[in-house]
């Protein structure tokens, strides 16, 4: 009888000790979630977002482009969901790839999510023949710059190194809309040119200059 006895109080006893040592699993599970950063969560989900995963969410086009430039330049020097931007890449000052085209193009009819800067001190007299040449241009007086927008980074130096000979002389505007439309023509049967290949002139990329206010 009291063998019985002691068996109960032993396994009794066991149950609580049992009890007491899942009590206090809980508690520290419930101290360390209370310890921990309230950003630690949105902090990991952030890190998940790398310019790689973020593209490949991204309509084809785009995808492609942006997976290009990642390759050839490394990864940005900013970015978030819709955008990719580096700084003082290659023959660049600036280049932003984008998911969706610009909203410079209402029509939906360009694809123009390759936007690309150099830096260049556009006479405010000139520019009204760089929109005769290619309205996509964009020159900005007070930062010093001038940019294109396109579907590739060899149009982007076609038009820039075209706006480049209208500026200082040595081609006219006609000639430079011309010679832009033979060569994207030719380019896309696989034929190249110099003009698609690198920029032929001295950009001033290094120059900041204080804006004062909106160019565009």
């Known amino acids: 009888m009291s063998g019985s006895i002691s068996r109960k109080l032993l396994a009794a006893g066991l149950g609580i000790l049992a009890l007491l040592g899942r009590a206090a699993v809980v508690g520290q599970e419930a101290m360390a979630a209370i310890a921990a950063p309230k950003g630690a969560s949105a902090k990991t989900a952030k890190q998940a977002e790398t310019p790689k995963n973020i593209v490949r969410k991204w309509p084809a086009s785009p995808r492609g482009a942006a997976e290009l430039l990642l390759e050839k330049y490394g990864e940005p020097d900013q970015f978030d969901r819709n955008t990719l931007v580096w700084f003082h ?5 600036k280049t932003i790839v984008r998911r969706a085209v610009s909203r410079r193009d209402p029509t939906g009819r360009r694809k123009d999510f390759i936007e690309q800067t150099v830096g260049y001190l556009v006479p405010g007299d000139k520019i009204a023949d760089l929109n005769r040449f ?3 241009i964009e020159v900005s007086l007070s930062a010093g710059e001038m940019s294109f927008a396109s579907e590739s ?5 076609l038009a820039l190194n075209l706006a480049e000979e209208i500026l200082t002389g040595k081609r006219g505007v006609a000639d430079a809309r011309a010679f832009y439309a033979k060569t994207t023509r030719l380019a896309a049967s696989g034929k190249s040119s110099s003009y698609l290949d690198q920029i032929q002139f001295e950009a001033e990329n290094t120059r900041y200059m204080t804006p004062t206010g909106s160019d565009r």
């Open 89 to 93: 890449n290659g023959d660049w000052k």
């Open 134 to 136: 290619n309205p996509m």
């Open 153 to 157: 980074e060899s149009n982007n130096r």
